[in-house]
């Protein structure tokens, strides 16, 4: 598996903490490169370094629980209906598009998404949040973050 999989993978989970600890709800842009990614989220304020340090901690106790991630492929329809708008992002999917595949990691994070993902959070090894920025201007976190083998 490449290391690209295990970062995008590592992505969602890093998402899931960002609900858990600041409530942001909306993911704005990602970007993976290697065992280098970037998560942005529309949010309203700069966190505290106690708030990072938290959303690293909460991702970093996901990933040692070795949760399963699933990869689901139904209607739209159904997956709007199981789980609202919860399964978007800022970037629209086009109307055009009527079967979708849903990255589900249970009770932590639930994603439209085309992208390969581990089978589960453990096979991501470690993750290290390197640098936040806040853009005030536009409301956007970014997180960058690197992830290290188990």
């Not at 899931?16 to 842009?29: D, E």
């Not at 949010?43 to 370094?49: D, M």
């Not at 399963?68 to 978007?88: C, F, H, K, N």
Request: positive net charge; proline residues 5%; hydrophobic residues 40%.
């Amino acid at each position: 598996m490449s290391v690209e999989v295990r970062t995008h993978t590592a992505l969602h989970v890093l998402k899931g903490a960002v609900v858990k600890v600041l409530g942001a709800k909306w993911t704005a842009s990602v970007y993976v490169k290697g065992s280098h990614g970037r998560l942005t989220v529309q949010f309203g304020r700069k966190p505290t370094p106690e708030e990072v340090a938290l959303i690293e901690e909460e991702a970093n106790k996901k990933i040692r629980e070795d949760a399963p991630v699933e990869e689901l492929e139904m209607e739209r329809s159904e997956a709007e209906s199981r789980w609202g708008d919860a399964i978007y992002d800022l970037f629209p999917l086009p109307a055009s598009i009527t079967r979708l595949k849903i990255l589900r990691i249970p009770g932590w994070n639930v994603n439209a998404c085309n992208k390969a993902h581990t089978k589960t959070t453990g096979e991501i090894g470690s993750l290290r949040i390197v640098k936040t920025r806040y853009r005030r201007s536009k409301q956007l976190l970014e997180i960058s973050f690197n992830i290290y083998p188990a």
